[in-house]
């Protein structure tokens, strides 16, 4: 899909913006980690996965014969789930490093999903954050996406960073560095997900759309494209918990979030999104009516 570039937000983003708001609450911080193999299982390319002799941290990579990705071990209807992810310096183009919810594997063609994605890029260039949610989104012949994208305000190369989704019945939230950047607010069924997902991590060749609409391919003499995962903490009410589990507080009020959560997420919004599927007029947002209602 066309990136459409807000230039003005654009230069700002490149040029720094103001200082960082505190959030004035920090989930990340309210849970211990998990050590991996407590919480997730390797689900394609084991020979591209290297999980450290304590478990806290783990390494996939792509190259010519494969990527790697690894799945939670448990369903979820809902949680707060969240990673420290440190991406590959220089030419990732065409390189997608993700960690995302989904139940694709149980209603393929047919599935839900909430994305964080990491879009490879060329050297000098930031990294695009590609959050994004589907409703029962694919199978049709029509994906239809509900994307935001961001350019971060800091180097994600340069060290490790949080990044979080919290999914409740009634909101999605997306997190950096507890700095919620967006939330998304169920309406209605039909634009929410509400079917139990498993948690991911990968890293793929997504060549033919990742970097300025496929214009820019994996290139392999750049190989192997690594990305790094540490502090795993999932927290939530699994597909076979009592109906009387509650989901994790986005906020100190539960739900919703805080004013101070709120200015940091318009901070972020106004200086680093670059997208925003609502605000594009090439889409037809007859199929995206959260846009409008």
Sequence with gaps: MALLLLPSLLLLSLHGGNAQPSPGYYPSHRFRPLRFY????????PQHQ???????????????NSGSGFKSN???RNGYFSTSIQLQRGYTAGVITAFYLSNNEAHPG????????????????PYTLQTNVYIRGSGDGRIIGREMKFHLWFDPTAG??????LWSSREIIFFVDDVPIR????????????RPMWLYGSIWDASSWATDDGKY?????????????TRFIVRGCTAYASPRCRPVRSSPFGVGLSSRQ??????AQKHYMVYNYCWDPKRDHSLTPECWS
């Design 160 to 165: 490790f960073h949080n990044y979080a989704i």
């Design 50 to 64: 290297y999980v450290s002799r304590d478990q806290s941290t783990v390494t996939i990579w792509l190259d010519r």
């Design 217 to 229: 391919k994996a290139d392999y003499r750049y190989q192997p494209f690594v990305a790094r995962f």
């Design 183 to 194: 939330r998304y607010p169920r309406k209605s069924e039909y634009t929410f997900p509400l």
């Design 262 to 267: 709120t200015l940091a997420m318009r901070w």
């Design 74 to 76: 448990r369903p979820f």
């Design 110 to 125: 047919f599935h839900d999903e909430v994305d964080m994605e990491f879009l490879g890029t060329m050297p000098g260039k």
């Design 38 to 45: 407590h919480g997730f299982n390797n689900l394609w390319g």
